[in-house]
């Protein structure tokens, strides 16, 4: 019997000193990773805003797919879109996408970031000729592809195997559409 108490006081010890490591190393890397994902956003709103100037973060209230969006201004300060930050699921769990929209809801274009999908397929979408089938869409001439059947041939191959991925984003890219149409171009 005191040998196992010996043993259980020598794994309590040892779980102590490796719980108060992994707080320090936590303490240490948190605030870095921090850091990084803002930087991250940042370059996508960028990326995303085609030349436009991005205002500052607006929450979206009532809204529990859309956190934020930012309106887009041209050089006489007059509202050209937004970019909003999407919430959506795909085959990997959820998924967080950066699109920039024209006022009438149309895509600018679109980067996934925060996203656990499969890779080799699903994570193709982090590339930004991936996005590229959504711009110009969502507008008033032509609807958000939310299925491949939705796609040219090439484009719709090109998705096989990822099918739930591109669901995701698509019906991501598809709210943001619909809630940058109820903002009805204003700048609230």
Known sequence: MKQI???GLKLAVICAIAATTLALINGVTAPRIEAYRQQRIQEALQQ????YSVGDAQEADDH???STYHPLTDDT???QGYVLQVQSSGYGGPMRLIVGYRS????ITARLLDNDETPGLGKDAERPEYMEKFEGTGGPQQGVPTRAGQLPSSEAD?????????IGVAEGISRGSAFVKELGGSNE
């Open 104 to 107: 009438d809801g149309s895509v």
């Open 77 to 79: 300060g007059a509202l």
């Open 5 to 7: 108490a010996v043993i």
């Open 64 to 66: 529990d797919r859309i």
């Open 48 to 51: 995303v805003s085609g030349g």
């Open 158 to 166: 090109a998705i096989s195997g990822s099918t739930i991925t591109f």
